[in-house]
C-alpha cells in the first residue's frame, strides 16, 4: 500500500506560479510511474502530467505543455508539479496518482492521493 500526500495548493493569480509536492509512504516509490490529475468540479478527472519512473521520460497534456513541469526525487520519494503562467481554467483540486503502468488515464493509477485545491483568479 502506497499512501500519497499533496501540498502546495492555494490561491494565485492569473500569470503566477505554484509548486506541488506530493510525498510517498513507499521505500519502493523509485518503482513507480507517477502522475498528476485534475479534476474540476462537475468535471471528469483529467490527465495532467506523468514522468518515467527514473524520470528520464515526461509526457504531458496538451493545455498545460510548456507550462507544466514535473519531477521527481527518488531520495525523498517525492514528486513535483511546477505551474507556471497559470490561467483561471487550471483551477482543480490536483491529484497525485502512482502506478505500475503508464499513467494517462485515471483508471490506470493504482495509488491516489486526497488532493490539493489550485485556484487561480483572473
Known amino acids: 500500500q502506497v499512501q500519497l500526500v499533496e501540498s502546495g495548493g492555494g490561491l494565485v493569480q492569473a500569470g503566477g506560479s505554484l509548486r506541488l509536492s506530493c510525498a510517498a509512504s513507499q521505500r519502493t516509490f523509485s518503482n513507480y510511474i507517477m502522475g498528476w490529475f485534475r479534476q474540476a468540479p462537475g468535471k471528469e478527472r483529467m490527465f495532467v502530467a506523468h514522468?518515467?519512473?527514473?524520470?528520464?521520460?515526461?509526457y504531458y497534456a496538451d493545455s498545460v505543455k510548456g507550462r507544466f513541469t514535473i519531477s521527481r526525487d527518488n531520495a525523498k520519494n517525492t514528486v513535483y508539479l511546477q505551474m507556471n503562467s497559470l490561467k483561471p481554467e487550471d483551477t482543480a483540486r490536483y491529484y497525485c496518482a502512482a502506478s505500475y503502468r503508464s499513467l494517462l488515464t485515471p483508471s490506470a493509477a493504482d495509488y491516489w492521493g486526497q488532493g490539493t485545491q489550485v485556484t487561480v483568479s483572473s
Open positions: 514522468i518515467s519512473q527514473s524520470a528520464g521520460i515526461a
